[in-house]
C-alpha cells in the first residue's frame, strides 16, 4: 500500500528551519516585549468583554470578535496581564509555524531552507515582533492569508489542504473582514480564469472561507447596527471618513513607528529604516527573475536511465581549461553500483507490469505551456499581497505598521527566494593540478570572486536591518511602557481629588483607556450632563470649564498632563438654626 502524505506532513528534516526561527521569534518578542507590558487602548476594548476585566469599554463598529475569541481562554477566568501575554506568544508562534508551513509543499520554493528564511525576514520586522504577545487581530490575519496562498498554489492539493485554505480564509476574515476579502477575491479570480489552478476545491474552498470568517461581522451589523451598509458608514466615521486619498507616505512613515500615526504631518521616516523597503525591493525582483521557465517543468524531467555495472559505469571526468591536468574518472562504489542496479530493474518490472506499456525509452522534455510558468504562483503571491495593501494606501487617512503586516508576510517568501538565488553558487574555488603529483591549488576565478563579494554584502545588509529591526522594537516599546504608565499616574491623582466610580470622564483623545484606569467611564457625544473631571494635555479647557481647579500630573512619560476637577458646591445653611443675628 503506497505511502499517504498530506499537505502539514513534510519530512521532519524540512521543518527544522522554520521551526528554529520560530523559537527565535518567540524568545525575541518576550525578551524585548515584556509581559508586563500594560495592556494598550486597543487591548482594553477587547478584554473588557470578559467579567475579570469589567468594566466594559465602548465596542466601536470597525472593531470584530476575532481577538475576543483568542484571548479568550485566559481573559474569561484570569485578569493576569502576564498570563494572557504569555498566551498570545504561544498563540502567535503556533501561527507562525502553521501560516509558512504551507510553502513547504509549494513547487517554486525548491528548497525548504527558503520557507524559514521567509518567515525570519517577516518575523524580523519590528512591528512583527511587537505584536507577537499583544491582543491585536494583524497577525492572524497574515497568518492566516500566508497559509490560505500557501495552500492554494500546492500541486494537487486534496481536501485537507482545501480544508486548510478554508481554514486560513476564515481567520483572516474573522479578525479583519476587509483583509480576509481582499485575500479571497485574487484567489478566486485564480480558480475561475488560471487553468492549472481551476477546480472545483479551490473554488468552494475559497468562498467557503471567506463567507464563514464574515457571517459573524454581517450578523452583528444586522443586530447592533441596523444592516451591513450603515455599519460600514459607521466605521468610516470612527476612522476619519475613508475616502479616495493618497496615504501612502502615511503608510511608509510608521515603518519606524509610532504604533499610530494619526494624523502624521509632523512625522517622517528615518533613513534607518528605510532598509527594510530597499532590501525587501531587491531581493524580491531577485526572486522573481530567478523563477524563469526553463525546458521542463519538476513533474515532466525524466528519470535517468542506465544499466551500469561495476565496469561500465565512470563519472564524467572533469573538464580542464587550458593549463590544468585533468583528474582522472573515478569508478562508481559498489554501494553506488547497487543502488543503481536496484532502481533499473524496479522500473524494468514496474513498466512489464503495465499493459501496453512495452519498453520504451524515457519520453523528451516538452516545453512548458504558459499556465506551468513557475513565476506564476510568485505572480499571484504579489497580486494578494498588493491587493490587501491597496485599500491602506487609498483610503485609510492614518497610518499603523501593524496594517500592512498580511503583505509583509506575502512578500517575504519572493523576497527569501530571492535572497537563496544571489547566493545560489558554490563557494569552492577551482582547484588547478600544476602536475600529475602536485597539490591542487585553490583559484578564485571573476565569477566566484563576485559571487563572494555579493554574498558578503548581503549578510552585512541583513545583520544591519536585524539590528535596525531589534533596536526599533526595543525603543517603541519603551515609549508604550512608559506611555501606558502615565494612565495609572493620571488615575492616582483623580482618586487623590475625589474623583472615584462611579464617575465619568472627558477631555483628552485618550479618554477610553484612561476611563478604564480609573474606574470610571467615557463621556459619549449623545451626553448631556457635564463630566465629574477632564483630563487634557497641553490643551485648553472648555470655557465652561475655566474655573476648574487644575491638578498637574506629576513624573509623567508625556509631559503636560492636567486634571481639571470643578470647585465644591457651595454649602447650603438652614436659616432656622443659624444662631448668628
Known amino acids: 500500500m503506497p505511502r499517504v502524505r498530506f499537505w502539514f506532513a513534510p519530512t521532519r528534516r524540512a521543518d527544522l528551519p522554520l521551526l528554529a526561527v520560530c523559537g527565535a521569534f518567540a524568545g525575541l518578542s518576550l525578551a524585548l516585549v515584556p509581559p508586563t507590558l500594560p495592556l494598550g487602548w486597543d487591548e482594553i476594548v477587547y478584554a473588557s468583554r470578559f467579567p475579570p476585566y469589567a468594566p466594559a469599554t465602548p465596542f466601536s463598529a470597525p472593531r470584530t470578535r476575532g481577538v475576543p475569541l483568542l484571548i479568550s481562554p485566559v481573559a474569561a477566568w484570569s485578569d493576569s496581564t502576564v498570563l494572557l501575554r504569555l498566551w ?3 498563540l502567535s508562534t503556533a501561527a507562525l509555524y502553521l501560516g509558512f508551513r504551507p510553502w513547504l509543499r509549494v513547487t517554486v520554493v525548491r528548497r525548504p531552507a527558503v520557507v524559514g528564511v521567509a518567515a525570519g525576514l517577516y518575523g524580523s520586522l519590528w512591528f512583527a515582533l511587537f505584536y507577537a504577545n499583544s491582543a491585536m487581530p494583524n497577525h ?3 497568518m492566516g492569508a500566508t497559509a490560505a496562498v500557501g495552500l492554494f498554489l500546492g500541486a494537487r492539493p486534496g481536501r485537507l489542504a482545501h480544508a486548510g485554505i478554508a481554514v486560513g480564509l476564515a481567520l483572516a476574515a474573522l479578525m479583519r473582514p476587509n483583509d480576509g476579502a481582499a485575500v479571497a477575491l485574487p484567489l478566486l479570480v485564480a480558480a475561475l480564469l488560471v487553468p492549472a489552478w481551476r477546480t472545483r476545491g479551490r473554488v468552494l474552498a475559497v468562498v467557503g472561507g471567506v463567507l464563514a470568517g464574515l457571517l459573524p461581522w454581517a450578523i452583528e451589523a444586522y443586530l447592533r447596527f441596523g444592516g451591513v451598509r450603515e455599519r460600514l458608514t459607521a466605521a468610516s466615521e470612527v476612522q476619519g ?3 479616495p486619498l493618497a496615504s501612502i507616505e502615511a503608510q511608509f512613515t510608521v515603518l519606524d513607528g509610532p504604533l499610530l500615526c494619526r494624523p502624521c504631518a509632523a512625522d517622517r521616516l528615518g533613513v534607518a529604516a528605510a532598509e527594510w523597503l530597499i ?12 523563477a524563469r521557465p526553463t525546458a521542463s517543468t519538476p513533474d515532466q524531467t525524466p528519470r535517468r536511465q542506465t544499466t551500469a555495472t561495476a ?3 565512470t563519472r564524467r571526468p572533469t573538464t580542464a581549461t587550458p593549463g590544468q591536468v585533468p583528474r582522472p574518472p573515478v569508478p562508481p562504489t559498489p554501494h553506488q553500483v547497487a543502488r543503481r542496479q536496484t532502481r533499473d530493474a524496479r522500473d524494468q518490472i514496474a513498466r512489464r507490469q503495465t499493459p501496453g506499456t512495452p519498453n520504451q525509452t524515457p519520453r523528451q522534455p516538452t516545453p512548458p505551456t504558459p499556465h506551468q510558468n513557475p513565476r506564476h504562483p510568485l505572480w499571484l503571491t504579489l497580486v494578494v499581497a498588493g491587493a490587501v495593501a491597496l485599500p491602506y494606501l487609498l483610503l485609510v487617512p492614518y497610518g499603523a505598521p501593524r496594517f500592512l503586516l498580511p503583505a509583509h508576510a506575502l512578500l517575504a517568501i519572493p523576497a527569501a527566494l530571492g535572497l537563496f538565488t544571489l547566493t545560489a553558487a558554490r563557494s ?3 582547484p588547478v593540478h600544476t602536475s600529475a603529483r602536485s597539490k591542487p591549488t585553490p583559484v578564485h576565478t571573476p565569477a566566484r570572486r563576485h559571487r563572494l563579494a555579493l554574498t558578503t554584502a548581503l549578510a552585512v545588509l541583513l545583520s544591519a536591518h536585524l539590528a535596525v529591526q531589534l533596536l526599533l522594537v526595543l525603543g517603541n516599546s519603551r515609549i508604550q511602557a512608559g506611555a501606558r504608565g502615565d494612565w495609572g499616574r493620571i488615575a492616582h491623582v483623580l482618586h487623590e481629588h475625589g474623583v472615584r466610580a462611579p464617575c465619568v470622564l472627558d477631555g483628552s483623545a485618550s479618554v477610553i483607556p484612561l476611563a478604564y484606569v480609573s474606574g470610571c467611564s467615557a463621556a459619549r457625544e449623545s451626553d448631556r450632563r457635564r463630566p465629574d473631571a477632564l483630563v487634557l494635555r497641553e490643551k485648553r479647557p472648555p470655557p465652561w ?4 481647579r487644575r491638578h498637574p500630573v506629576p513624573d509623567t512619560y508625556a509631559p503636560g498632563w492636567t486634571v481639571l476637577v470643578p470647585p465644591p458646591a457651595p454649602v447650603m445653611r438652614n436659616p432656622a438654626t443659624d444662631m448668628r443675628s
Open 88 to 90: 498570545l506568544t504561544l
Open 140 to 142: 492572524y490575519t497574515a
Open 241 to 243: 471618513g475613508l475616502r
Open 279 to 290: 532590501l525587501l525591493s531587491l531581493l524580491m525582483a531577485a526572486g522573481v527573475r530567478s
Open 311 to 313: 565496469g561500465q559505469f
Open 428 to 430: 569552492k574555488p577551482t
Open 545 to 548: 470649564a475655566r474655573d476648574w
